[in-house]
């Protein structure tokens, strides 16, 4: 089992900075990745970021050059970078934890979520 908690959201302006955190407790050795998503009420979840336990990253074409996902040396916390933030950006943020064995999803984790505002 995998627990996580996300931080850091919160009301900014249009062209604003946010960073948020997701913490990772429990069987943290078996993720094989860790992404941001976002939703929006309505809307499907989306996909912003990820970073493999290797440091690949992959990102949205929507985020690209704005957005940077990072973690720290222990792997255990994962950092989202948003800036130059837009109104479109306003959503619900989830940090999700995976593991895959031999090509296949093991196990999907989520955290609560945290909400993310931009003003126009």
């Known amino acids: 089992q995998v627990q996580l908690v996300e931080s850091g959201g919160g009301l900014v302006q249009a062209g604003g900075s946010l960073r948020l955190s997701c913490i990772a407790s429990g069987s943290t050795t078996s993720i094989n990745a860790v992404g941001w998503y976002r939703q929006i009420p309505g809307k499907q979840r989306e996909m912003v970021a990820r970073i493999t336990s290797s440091g690949f990253t992959t990102y949205a074409d929507s985020v690209k050059g704005r957005f940077t996902i990072s973690r720290d040396n222990a792997k255990t916390t994962v950092y989202l970078q948003m800036n130059s933030l837009k109104p479109e950006d306003t959503a619900v943020y989830y940090c999700?934890?995976?593991?895959?064995?031999?090509?296949?999803?093991?196990?999907?984790?989520w955290g609560q979520g945290t909400q993310v505002t931009v003003s126009s």
């Open positions: 999700n934890s995976r593991t895959v064995v031999s090509g296949i999803i093991q196990n999907d984790y």
